[in-house]
Nanobody, 121 residues
């Protein structure tokens, strides 16, 4: 089985920074795109940032210039560096990855369990 485990959430003051990490483990043949989504109660989950195997990135307009996504393909890990955090960034952040599982062979749209980020003074 494949598992995504996130870490790095917590409480931070406005203007502060946090770094989220997400590592995929298990029976993995390959990983395509990886990304971060976030969700607040009563709203749909939204894309924050994504990165392809080739390193191409995509950001939500609301985080452009403040957040940076990166990945370490050897470690099967994706990171989200969040700077200049605002109260409206408060949400549960979820890691997502398009994974080709090796045994049994199948394509997966895998999700982490979520990590809470709270931006408040």
């Amino acid at each position: 089985q494949v598992q995504l485990v996130e870490s790095g959430g917590g409480l931070v003051q406005p203007g502060g920074s946090l770094r989220l990490s997400c590592t995929a483990s298990g029976s993995i043949a390959s990983i395509n795109a990886m990304g971060w989504y976030r969700q607040v109660p009563g709203k749909q989950r939204e894309l924050v940032a994504a990165v392809t195997t080739g390193g191409n990135t995509n950001y939500a307009d609301s985080v452009q210039g403040r957040f940076t996504i990166s990945r370490d393909s050897i470690k099967n890990t994706v990171y989200l560096q969040m700077n200049s955090l605002k109260p409206e960034d408060t949400a549960v952040y979820y890691c997502n990855a398009d994974i080709l599982q090796s045994e049994p062979p199948r394509a997966l749209d895998a999700w982490g369990q979520g990590t809470l980020v709270t931006v408040s003074s």
